[in-house]
């Protein structure tokens, strides 16, 4: 790094991603695990009425968020996104907790990925043990992720496009089978019965608020828009462009897909390791429905680990460049591609062996809730940035006028987002099962502001006072 905290040349990452490949890659992020099977075990836990509340919310945050993030990657288009936006605008002890958090969130979403592509593929081999088929997937995307950031985004778009066709046909014939207009094996046509109101919240209204972080894991990958913002072709505009079209067609996929599924299964048939979603098209009568759609799934799963896998690996590259990791995992092969932070993460996305050991539902929720709740912390850390990166900006002398994408109704964006996330750790410390998870998660952020706050702080002052000054 120069003395004016510029990187080389060489060791830049190219903005090679267009349009179309940043939309689907924040779209492929999140239609896999936790729509196609983590929906159903929502549906399960709170009832209808409480899975469907509490995607709203859920899709209430992430609008919260991704605007958040907007105005401050169109302002700042680099890679690492809202690592950086915390060091530079709340404090480097910050930027430094809440990359390594989303770090280890995002890295073990890969494991569940891969957990869950094991688990599918019990559909084909029953006989072949599932950590066999997690270390072959962790070997697959390893390779598809050490090819060039051209290559990988071509490769997500139409991976992400398999999975958009499939659920749009899955929702078409799923409010077909609804209205009997395709009759269903073994089962009258139920039209609205199971939505009716006195069975949409079985368990409580309480139960959303703990559930809601299936809701949270669910919508992690959206901000992929930040953390590509630097291998992104003219951010100016298709950052915006993606951050609108993005919200609305999740939220509306989610929204759609627990109203087909609650309306056809009562939520006592609804569990994690069948996924609905073949079970619907078999019942449905669609030739080879089971073969079909769990391939779809595989597709889907693998493309979210993939999605993943690349959130980590650009982080810990930008973390690297900044002083807050290694720098080894700055380095960048001959493809441009950051390969040590690669191997580094792959390590992690290694947790789902422990298959080998524990039932592959406990893993799963296991890292789904080392997931939700690094993503949670790393939302309110990105709500953070935008609330000081304003003032910050005003108080330079900025004009709001001249900002490209901004924040509607600020501050109150940024609070109620920050509030909302907080509340839901804090109804997580009444659920016994994700207690742990909440205490893990929250020490290893002490842990992380500690390490830096006593080892790191004074090596890193220089490299913080020298950053890169914004991209427009």
């Given at each position: 790094?120069?003395?004016?905290?510029?990187?080389?040349?060489?060791?830049?990452?190219?903005?090679?991603?267009?349009?179309?490949?940043l939309?689907?890659?924040s779209?492929?992020?999140?239609i896999?695990?936790g729509?196609?099977?983590n929906?159903?075990?929502?549906?399960?836990?709170?009832?209808?009425?409480?899975?469907l509340?509490g995607?709203?919310f859920?899709?209430?945050?992430?609008?919260?968020v991704?605007?958040c993030?907007?105005?401050?990657?169109v302002?700042?288009?680099?890679?690492?996104?809202f690592?950086?936006y915390?060091?530079?605008?709340i404090?480097?002890?910050?930027?430094?907790?809440?990359?390594?958090?989303?770090?280890?969130?995002?890295?073990?979403?890969?494991?569940?990925?891969?957990?869950?592509?094991?688990?599918?593929m019990?559909?084909?081999?029953p006989?072949?043990?599932?950590?066999?088929?997690c270390?072959?997937?962790?070997?697959?995307?390893?390779?598809?992720?050490?090819l060039?950031?051209?290559?990988?985004?071509e490769?997500?778009?139409?991976?992400?496009g398999?999975?958009?066709?499939?659920v749009?046909?899955?929702l078409?014939?799923?409010?077909a089978?609804?209205?009997?207009?395709?009759?269903?094996?073994d089962?009258?046509?139920?039209?609205?019965?199971?939505?009716a109101p006195?069975?949409l919240?079985?368990?409580?209204i309480?139960?959303v608020f703990?559930?809601?972080?299936?809701?949270?894991?669910?919508?992690?990958?959206?901000e992929?828009?930040?953390?590509?913002?630097?291998?992104t072709?003219n951010?100016?505009?298709?950052?915006?462009?993606a951050?609108?079209t993005?919200?609305?067609?999740?939220?509306?996929?989610?929204?759609a897909?627990?109203?087909?599924?609650?309306a056809?299964?009562?939520?006592?048939?609804l569990?994690?390791l069948?996924?609905?979603?073949v079970?619907?098209?078999?019942?449905a009568g669609?030739?080879?429905?089971?073969g079909i759609?769990?391939f779809?799934?595989l597709?889907?799963?693998?493309?979210?680990?993939?999605?993943?896998?690349y959130?980590?690996?650009?982080?810990l590259w930008a973390?690297?460049?900044?002083?807050?990791?290694?720098?080894?995992?700055g380095?960048?092969?001959?493809?441009?591609?950051?390969l040590?932070?690669?191997?580094?993460?792959?390590t992690?996305?290694l947790?789902?062996?422990?298959?080998?050991v524990?039932?592959?539902?406990?893993?799963?929720?296991?890292?789904?809730?080392?997931?939700?709740?690094s993503v949670t912390?790393?939302w309110?850390?990105i709500?953070?940035?935008q609330?000081?990166?304003?003032r910050h900006y005003?108080k330079?002398g900025?004009?709001?006028?001249?900002l490209?994408?901004?924040?509607?109704?600020?501050p109150?964006?940024?609070l109620?987002c920050?509030?909302?996330?907080?509340?839901?750790?804090?109804f997580?410390?009444?659920d016994?099962?994700?207690?742990?998870g909440?205490?893990y998660?929250?020490?290893?952020?002490?842990a992380?502001?500690l390490?830096?706050k006593?080892?790191?702080?004074?090596k890193?002052?220089v490299?913080?006072?020298?950053?890169?000054?914004?991209?427009?």
């Amino acid at each position: 790094m120069s003395s004016k905290g510029e990187q080389p040349q060489d060791n830049l990452l190219k903005r090679s991603m267009k349009s179309r490949h940043l939309f689907m890659l924040s779209l492929g992020g999140v239609i896999g695990t936790g729509l196609f099977l983590n929906a159903g075990y929502t549906i399960n836990q709170a009832g209808a009425g409480g899975a469907l509340l509490g995607y709203l919310f859920g899709g209430l945050i992430l609008y919260m968020v991704m605007v958040c993030l907007g105005e401050l990657a169109v302002h700042m288009p680099v890679t690492g996104s809202f690592q950086t936006y915390a060091t530079r605008y709340i404090s480097p002890t910050a930027g430094f907790s809440l990359g390594w958090m989303y770090f280890v969130g995002s890295a073990a979403t890969a494991g569940v990925e891969f957990t869950a592509a094991g688990i599918l593929m019990q559909h084909w081999f029953p006989n072949v043990p599932i950590w066999m088929w997690c270390l072959a997937f962790v070997a697959l995307l390893f390779s598809l992720n050490a090819l060039s950031t051209r290559g990988f985004a071509e490769a997500e778009f139409w991976f992400a496009g398999i999975k958009v066709v499939a659920v749009i046909l899955f929702l078409v014939i799923g409010f077909a089978a609804i209205f009997g207009f395709i009759p269903m094996e073994d089962r009258t046509t139920p039209f609205l019965t199971n939505l009716a109101p006195t069975g949409l919240f079985p368990a409580g209204i309480a139960i959303v608020f703990v559930t809601m972080m299936n809701v949270i894991f669910s919508y992690q990958g959206s901000e992929l828009v930040g953390i590509a913002a630097g291998e992104t072709e003219n951010p100016e505009k298709n950052i915006p462009k993606a951050i609108r079209t993005i919200i609305f067609r999740i939220v509306v996929f989610y929204i759609a897909s627990i109203i087909v599924l609650s309306a056809i299964f009562p939520a006592s048939e609804l569990g994690l390791l069948a996924s609905p979603f073949v079970t619907l098209m078999e019942i449905a009568g669609v030739p080879y429905a089971a073969g079909i759609m769990n391939f779809v799934i595989l597709t889907a799963i693998l493309s979210v680990g993939n999605s993943c896998l690349y959130a980590s690996t650009r982080l810990l590259w930008a973390m690297s460049n900044e002083g807050m990791a290694p720098k080894v995992f700055g380095r960048l092969s001959k493809r441009k591609v950051p390969l040590n932070a690669l191997i580094f993460t792959m390590t992690f996305s290694l947790l789902s062996l422990l298959t080998s050991v524990m039932e592959a539902e406990a893993v799963f929720v296991l890292l789904m809730s080392i997931a939700g709740i690094s993503v949670t912390i790393s939302w309110m850390g990105i709500a953070t940035s935008q609330l000081m990166f304003r003032r910050h900006y005003l108080k330079g002398g900025g004009k709001l006028e001249d900002l490209k994408y901004k924040v509607p109704f600020y501050p109150y964006v940024p609070l109620f987002c920050i509030a909302f996330c907080l509340l839901i750790l804090v109804f997580l410390a009444f659920d016994p099962t994700q207690r742990i998870g909440l205490y893990y998660g929250v020490g290893f952020l002490v842990a992380c502001m500690l390490f830096y706050k006593f080892r790191l702080e004074k090596k890193n002052k220089v490299i913080v006072e020298t950053k890169v000054e914004p991209v427009n």
